[in-house]
């Protein structure tokens, strides 16, 4: 019943997939907190910056970024990333694409984190004589970081499924093995269902794994 | 002025921000200067690149208007279909039927866990080989299907947190007085719901427009996003100015749509007619994880 299966590396184009998702996320994770850390800090200019990235890249289609990447980035730009194979150079364009739009969400969700935390713990703490640095180390972010964790499982798990659109500049990934196995293959219905099964087995442990983290560090107000 | 962060500052703390400024000022300007080099060597800003939008209007009746009509058409017809459909997924996940409830619950969660191009990819071969569309027709079909398919189990959600949002007193009040289940759902729970909704709704139209280029990009749907490479052939070249002018536009229109939102949000939170129940804006993003059960009312924000 699975024959069609044969010939395809259904693996190779998962693993891919998983790839995608594990760098574009530790790099938006990086790119995200500095984007925070400019948009809850006091110096006006960074705030300014931080809130105008996080309005005009929330409000373009990740595809038109993507796809930047490659026509504009690569094929006017030249930019290769440091690669000379074409697979390569889409691979890195992909993520980096992914980074610059994850990372809003990333800088939305942790913002949202930190604004949890109400101001009078923070005056508590200053008010013991605790400093900037111990405020924040001791008191905030321990609170903020515990209270994120769901909003960031999400942004993850809109980020796996996101991975799909590299299809548009030819990286091999899922769904692009997907287009071509029902291009080749008889078997729209089964096809459909592995590839769907694959992203429910990706998406659905994340969320029950961090959700059931998400609800055991929360701190209750 | 106080933030969790830091106090009103003194100052120590005021020069200090005008250094992290200049730093930051300088930092900024070597990026900008440094993507202003590279758009003048490749030649990417000559006029004759960027004239064919703001002189003349062959390049916005040619590539983007239709572009565009055919990516709010698409978002559109999603909306349209998803919303009635989300509805009923979403009631029916609040059943109090297990045989309601569960074949509900694990439609929403399967089609929440899929990524929309693998549902769009699905719907394209769908029409090919099963139905007579045409073939300049299959793409928006596909563009659709695949958006309510995802879409309808996010809304569904949506509308399983408005009506939980409400307090509980609504319904007990409306069975106590002889109602049955289904009238205080219709009567009493949805309407009001809906109010509480509407907010989350509208914003979740920006994710669906946003979700349309991806059928531009793969599926050879002609929307706006499908307009940047045939402009930009036909114009010499000018990738850069067809993709600022694109973006500029996919911009406006998800702006619009986020103001309205907030705009809602506020006005309803501050209205005196509802519960005072309000799934905001950002309640969208904020909704459990695919899997996980968490009660939703925690996450819907309370009005005053």
Redesign the interface.
């Known amino acids: 019943m699975f024959d069609f299966l044969e010939g395809y590396d259904l693996w190779e184009a998962f693993w891919t997939t998983v790839q995608l998702t594990v760098l574009s996320a530790v790099g938006s994770l990086i790119w995200g907190t500095m984007l925070a850390a400019m948009r809850?800090?006091?110096?006006?200019?960074?705030r300014g910056?931080g809130t105008a990235y996080v309005?005009?890249v929330?409000?373009?289609?990740?595809?038109?970024i993507?796809?930047?990447t490659s026509?504009?980035l690569n094929?006017?730009?030249e930019v290769t990333l440091g690669s000379d194979q074409i697979n390569t150079t889409n691979f890195r364009l992909a993520v980096l694409g992914l980074i610059v739009y994850t990372s809003a969400?990333v800088c939305?969700?942790l913002r949202?984190g930190?604004?949890t935390?109400?101001?009078g713990?923070?005056?508590a703490a200053?008010a013991i004589g605790l400093n900037?640095t111990q405020?924040?180390t001791l008191v905030?972010l321990p609170q903020a970081f515990r209270s994120v964790v769901?909003?960031l499982?999400?942004v993850l798990?809109a980020l796996t499924?996101?991975?799909?659109?590299a299809?548009?500049i030819g990286v091999a990934e899922?769904?692009t093995l997907?287009?071509e196995m029902?291009e080749n293959e008889a078997q729209?219905v089964l096809i459909?269902a592995v590839?769907?099964f694959g992203?429910?087995c990706l998406?659905?442990p994340?969320?029950?794994i961090?959700?059931?983290v998400s609800?055991k560090v929360a701190v209750k107000r | 002025m106080s933030s969790v962060l830091y106090d009103a500052q003194g100052p120590r703390a005021k020069r200090r921000n005008v250094i992290f400024s200049v730093v930051f000022i300088a930092a900024l300007a070597a990026v900008l200067w440094w993507m202003y080099d590279m758009l003048e060597e490749k030649g990417q800003l000559e006029w004759v690149l960027w004239k064919p939008f703001f002189t003349g209007t062959e390049a916005w009746s040619t590539y983007l208007w239709p572009g565009l009509q055919n990516t709010l058409k698409a978002a559109a017809l999603a909306m349209v279909i998803a919303l009635p459909l989300g509805a009923v997924l979403g009631i029916a996940r609040l059943s109090e039927h297990a045989w309601v409830r569960v074949p509900a619950g694990v439609v929403v969660e399967f089609f929440r866990a899929i990524p929309v191009l693998v549902l769009m990819i699905f719907g394209l071969a769908l029409f090919s080989e099963y139905t007579n569309v045409n073939t300049d027709d299959r793409p928006l079909y596909a563009v659709v299907t695949g958006l309510v398919l995802y879409n309808s189990s996010v809304l569904a959600e949506i509308v399983r947190a408005g009506i939980l949002s409400l307090p509980r007193g609504q319904a007990e009040a409306a069975l106590a007085v002889g109602l049955r289940k289904n009238q205080v759902m219709r009567f009493i729970l949805l309407p009001q719901a809906v109010t509480a909704m509407l907010p989350a709704i509208v914003s979740q139209l920006v994710v669906i427009v946003k979700d349309t280029a991806i059928g531009g990009a793969v599926l050879t749907f002609p929307d706006l996003m499908a307009a940047v490479s045939p402009m930009s052939a036909y114009y010499g070249a000018n990738v850069i100015a067809s993709f600022t002018i694109v973006a500029v536009i996919y911009i406006l229109i998800n702006f619009a749509l986020t103001t309205f939102a907030s705009w809602l949000e506020g006005r309803l939170r501050r209205g005196k007619k509802s519960t005072g129940a309000v799934l905001g804006v950002d309640a969208v993003d904020e909704l459990s994880a695919p899997g996980d059960h968490v009660d939703v009312t925690h996450e819907v924000e309370k009005g005053p």
């Open positions: 809850v800090g006091p110096v006006p200019l960074m910056f309005n005009i929330r409000n373009i289609p990740l595809t038109v993507i796809l930047f026509l504009g094929q006017t730009f969400f939305e969700a949202s930190i604004n935390v109400p101001v713990q923070a005056e200053r900037f405020v924040l905030v769901g909003p499982a999400n798990i499924k996101n991975t799909t659109v299809a548009a899922a769904a997907m287009k029902i729209l459909s590839f769907a992203f429910v998406t659905l994340t969320g029950l961090l959700g059931w609800k």
